[in-house]
C-alpha cells in the first residue's frame, strides 16, 4: 500500500514537471513497467471517433509504422480494443487461452500476460493503458485499481498540458497580431503604468527599445493629449497630434480588474483630405457669390428697364426665386465649412431658455401666416450652458422652421424644454406633421439629404439639420430625432448644462 502511493506520488511529481505529452507519458510508463514488473507497455490516445492520434511504446525496438500497424490493430480488434468497447480495464492472464489477445506475424516479442485500463477524461475515454508481460499470470486483477488511478492522473495531466499548449498557442497568435499590426496598441493599468506596448506604439513615443516593465507612461512621453486621455474621466476617443505632425485617433477601451487599451490610429491622410474639401468648399462657394450677386443685380435692371409684361414679371420672381436658394446655399455651405473649423467657436455662459425664446419669437410670424398654433413649455429649473448663443440660435430655430415648414396648415408645433437626468439641457420640437419614414429617419441628419415627398414642394437645400448636428457636437451635445409617418416628428437637442453658471 505504501509503496503504491509512493509511485504515484512519483507518477504525480512526473506527470507535473514535464508539459510534452510524449515524454511525460513515456516517463509514467516506465515507472508503471518498473513496477509492476511488466516487460512492457504502450499507452494509446484516441480522438473523438476513436482513431488512434498517437502511441507511446515504452519499448523502442519497434519501428514507427510497424508499431502504429499493431496499435492500430489492437485498437480495433484486440485487447485494447475490448477496453473501450468495455469502457472497463481487465487482466489477460494467458494470452493462448483467451481470444481477446492477437498475434501477428512478426510480433517482436512474446506476450503471455497482459493488463489494461481505459484513460477516461469527463465521461469520454481518451485512451487506453496496457501493460504486457512475457510469462503467463504475471498480472492480478488486485493490480487494476492502481493502474485505474494511474490512468486517471495521466488523463488529468495530458488535458493540461493540452489546455497549455493550446493557450501557448493563442497567446502566440495574439502576440503576432498585436505586434504585427499597423496601429498603435498600448496597454496600461489603471496607475497609468505601462504593461504592453507594440513596436507601433514604441515608434510613435519614439522609444528605441522596450520600456522596463510598469514604467509609468509620464516617464514615457510627454505627448499631453496622449496623457490628457488616458486620465480619469476623460472622454474615451480624441485625436492626438504628434510632434512629426502626424495626428492619430485614439481610443481608450477600459479593461476592469486590469486598466485600458489603447489603439492609435494614423488619420493624417483624412485629416489631409478633409482639409482639402473644405478650402475647395470655402474657396468655391465664396467664388460663387459674386457671380450670383451680378444675376441678381441684372434681374433688377431688367426691372428698372422696363416696361415688362405680366409673363415677363412672372420670369423675373421665378429667376430671383431660383438665385435666392442658390444663395442660401452657398450661404449654409459657408457656415457649415467655418462650424467644423472647431477652434473658431467662442463659449460664453447663456441661458438656454432665452435662446428658445428668441428662436420662437422669430418664427412666429411664419408659424401664423401658416395658422399653425406654436406653443411652448418652459422648464422648472433654470438651464444655463456653456456656448455660443449665434450658433445655439442658429440651431433651435432650424429645428423650430423645420416643424412649422413641414406640418400643413392648422397644424400644431410644441416646444419642450427641460433638464434631464444627464445634466443636459433638452429641448424637443414636436409637430403633427407628416413625419419621416424608416428609410429618411436615419439619413436626414446628413449634408444635403431631403426626404424625397420633399424635393419638389418645400424650398430647401437640406443643410440645416447638418448644421444643427455639427452645432451640437461642437458644444459637447447631441440632436437626435424620434417620428412616426403620418404622425409626426420630435426633434431633440440636448446640450450639457454647465453647474454655477451666472
Ligand atoms: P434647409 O437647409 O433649408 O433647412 P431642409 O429643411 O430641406 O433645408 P434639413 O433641415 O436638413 O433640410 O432637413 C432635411 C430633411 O429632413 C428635410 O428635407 C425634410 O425632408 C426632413 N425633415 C426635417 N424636419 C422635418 C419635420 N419636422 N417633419 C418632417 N420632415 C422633416
Ligand atoms: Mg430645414
Redesign the pocket.
Known sequence: MQEQLSLLNRISDELNADLHPDRMLRRVLDLTVAHLNATTGSVMLLDQQNRVIASILQQEDLSRERAVSIVGNILTDGFAGWVLKNGRGDVIHDTRLDERWLVYDNQPYDVRSVIGTPLRRRQRIIGVLTLVQDEPNQFKEADLPLLEAIAGQAAIALENAQLFRQTEQERIKLSAIINGTQDAVLVTNSANETLLLNPAAREILGLKREPAPNQPLIELTDNTELLKILSPNSPSSGEIPLPDGRTMWANVVEIPEMGQVTVLQDISAFKALDQLKRDFVTAFTHDLRTPLATVKGYIELVRMDGPITTRQEEDLDGMTRAANLMK?LIE?LLELSRLERLEELKVEDVDFESIVISSIGSLRPLATSKEIDLIMDRADDSLFIQGNSVLLTRAVS?LV???I???PSGGRVSINLARNDHDQAVVSVT?N????SAK?LPR?FEKF???RS?VDD?P???????IVKTIAEQHGGQVWVE?QPEKG?T?TLAIPIVENGI
Open positions: 442660401s449654409d432650424n422652421d423645420n416643424a415648414k413641414y406640418t409637430d406633421g407628416p413625419g419621416l429618411d436626414v439629404y431631403r426626404a420633399e418645400t430647401g437645400t437640406g443643410l440645416g439639420l447638418a417620428s416628428s426633434f
